[in-house]
T-cell receptor, first 113, second 111 residues
Framework: NAGVTQTPKFRVLKTGQSMTLLCAQD?????MYWYRQDPGMGLRLIHY???????AKGEVPDGYNVSRLKKQNFLLGLESAAPSQTSVYFC????????????FGPGTRLTVL | QQPVQSPQAVILREGEDAVINCSSS?????VHWYRQKHGEAPVFLMI?????EQKGHEKISASFNEKKQQSSLYLTASQLSYSGTYFC????????????FGRGTSLIVHP
């Protein structure tokens, strides 16, 4: 079991460029989440999904889009990157039957110049 | 709404005890506690459901006071491995767990 994996681990973008972060989980979890973590701010929820084909906005969704076409994958897209999106991005998954314990991926460090 | 954690930072020597608090302005359905070491992902410690139950994991335990809308994490006889940032995640929805995390409490344990 790989758990939750994220691709890529690091990325540097120029302002205005686009990119997609991929999250994959092999635990058959229903719920998946995308967070961003900035110094002193904790983990802030960007978007989440409660099942295949469904997504919803979290606390800080502006500038991001997501898709969950397959149960095991959750994609986070930045259409036009801005320096304010420089952050560490964590994906997580959970299962209702597992008490909704969240399992986090290793994170993606994104820098936007 | 983001829960409030206190204190923001704690510095201890090995063997000392610490308490980290997590308070919410809204009624809580559950509280999760996570620990994150520098450069790593957060790792689940424990979950508490409303009802005031206390949970324990080795020398780390937690309580949940539904009336006061707060939870406390207790670390006894701290070890060097306890160093890291502790986050509480609160759920005010009940059933559909969409957590809101606090800003974290940095814990440093010195030899």
């Amino acid at each position: 079991n790989a758990g939750v994996t994220q691709t890529p681990k690091f990325r540097v973008l120029k302002t205005g460029q686009s990119m997609t972060l991929l999250c994959a989980q092999d635990m058959n979890h229903e719920y998946m989440y995308w967070y961003r973590q900035d110094p002193g701010m904790g983990l802030r929820l960007i978007h989440y999904s409660v099942g295949e084909g469904t997504t919803a906005k979290g606390e800080v969704p502006d500038g991001y889009n997501v898709s969950r076409l397959k149960k095991q994958n959750f994609l986070l897209g930045l259409e036009s990157a801005a320096p304010s999106q420089t952050s560490v991005y964590f994906c997580a998954s959970s299962s209702l039957s597992g008490g909704n314990t969240q399992y986090f991926g290793p994170g993606t460090r994104l820098t936007v110049l | 709404q983001q829960p409030v954690q206190s204190p923001q930072a704690v510095i201890l020597r090995e063997g000392e005890d610490a308490v980290i608090n997590c308070s919410s302005s809204k009624a809580l359905y559950s509280v999760h506690w996570y620990r994150q070491k520098h450069g790593e992902a957060p790792v689940f410690l424990m979950i508490l459901l409303k009802g005031g139950e206390q949970k324990g994991h080795e020398k780390i335990s937690a309580s949940f006071n539904e009336k006061k809308q707060q939870s406390s994490l207790y670390l006894t006889a701290s070890q060097l491995s306890y160093s890291g940032t502790y986050f509480c995640g609160t759920d005010i929805t009940g059933g559909s767990y969409i957590p809101t995390f606090g800003r974290g409490t940095s814990l440093i344990v010195h030899p």
